[in-house]
């Protein structure tokens, strides 16, 4: 069924007609207006209703096409595929950042259990080689399509979680309610291809490009209480960084 959107073009301003519409599709897709699956009303439609050429209104829903917020199907029309998702670059939870901007987080716990720690864990837990720890591997989801694959590591001292408590809520709300209060973290960020498996998890075709993510999170007290390995589709997901020059 397709879903009708208010926009409004100026056309004494200086932004390009097609740029209008888009920026106002693309808001309507990100607030939820639009919701994955909607169908838009058609172009000619659409170019009649507005006062706008076909032409114009083409450029505006390819622009969104090309974000890969919006696809085209012959015999169906032209839908919404998702909103991106953009996420500050800062200590927080992927899940409560989701759920901040309404993007209906949901969980799926892979594996969840004790393995001796590999070296690079050991390291960034300051545990030693082949110590016990908590791993946990998740698949996150918005509105029901998978987002990112996070592994997770936890050292020994920290409360031993539940399946049914990490598919209710975020890591970092259990560790907090655990008495931990998160401070610090030192990140990376990297891009590869997705293996097979990769692929198959996020829904993504083989050798896809994946974000990469390493994170060593501390608490008050400069102890590291979690050590993350993540990824996520590089089609839906962002990171953003505010940039300051220095004096």
């Known amino acids: 069924m397709a879903v009708d959107v208010q926009f409004s073009i100026d ?109 690079e864990v050991a390291a960034a837990l300051g545990v030693g080689e082949g110590s016990e720890v908590q791993r946990i591997e998740r698949l996150r ?32 709300r259990l560790i907090r309610a655990g008495g931990v209060t998160l401070h610090s973290a030192s990140q990376s960020i990297g891009a590869r291809a997705a293996t097979p498996d990769e692929a198959t998890l996020l829904s993504e075709p083989q050798g896809a490009p994946l974000l990469s993510m390493r994170r060593t999170a501390f608490d008050d007290t400069g102890r590291a209480v979690e050590y993350a390995t993540h990824l996520y589709r590089a089609s839906r997901y962002t990171f953003e960084l505010r940039l300051l020059m220095r004096s």
């Open 141 to 172: 989801l918005t509105h029901g399509d998978p987002l990112a694959f996070l592994r997770n590591y936890l050292p020994p001292g920290l409360p031993a979680f539940t399946r049914a408590d990490l598919e209710s809520t975020g890591l970092y």
């Open 11 to 119: 056309r004494t301003s200086p932004v390009p007609l097609y740029f209008q519409l888009s920026q106002q599709l693309e808001a309507a897709i990100e607030q939820g207006e639009l919701l994955p699956g909607t169908l838009l009303v058609n172009e000619i439609d659409l170019a009649g209703r507005l006062g706008l050429s076909r032409p114009t209104v083409r450029q505006a829903i390819q622009a969104l096409v090309d974000k890969g917020l919006l696809v085209r199907r012959r015999g169906v029309g032209t839908q919404v595929v998702h909103s991106q998702v953009r996420r500050p670059l800062e200590l927080s939870s992927l899940y409560d950042d989701l759920a901040a901007a309404g993007q209906r987080p949901g969980t799926r716990v892979i594996d969840l259990g004790t393995v001796p720690a590999p070296p």
